[in-house]
């Protein structure tokens, strides 16, 4: 499956922001895979962020929960990252990225995923 994330921009802490993403290629099975997001900031590395399963659980690193939520909609190919309460330290490129899975796998490294979308900039300001 072929992954497109937008949503990225500039915003003062404090905000939100919400990011897209939306699969195209196979996605008559979309609801099969389970969907992450990562983040990689400037001379680190990629980390996890947040998941959704097929199922609709959501797990989180313990550095946003409470601020961040996952969601997805089969219906439109796309997951979202809902991003509120941003702070600077949250500034990153921003990755999506899709394993096909079966209904009890959890997902939560780098390395579990097959495909990856092309990163959106987010860009927080103190």
């Known amino acids: 499956v072929q992954l497109q994330a937008s949503g990225g921009g500039l915003v003062q802490a404090g905000g939100s922001l919400r990011l897209s993403c939306a699969a195209s290629g196979r996605t008559s099975t979309f609801s099969r895979y389970f969907m992450g997001w990562f983040r990689q900031a400037p001379g680190k590395e990629r980390d996890f962020v947040a998941a959704i399963s097929r199922s609709g659980s959501t797990y989180y690193a313990d550095s946003v929960k409470g601020r961040f939520t996952v969601s997805r909609d089969n219906a439109k190919n796309t997951v979202y990252l809902q991003m509120d309460s941003l702070k600077p330290e949250d500034t990153a490129v921003y990755y999506c990225?899709?394993?096909?899975?079966?209904?009890?796998?959890?997902?939560?490294?780098?390395?579990?995923?097959?495909?990856w979308g092309q990163g959106t900039q987010v860009t927080v300001s103190s």
């Open positions: 990225a899709a394993k096909p899975s079966i209904l009890t796998a959890i997902y939560l490294s780098l390395s579990d995923y097959d495909d």
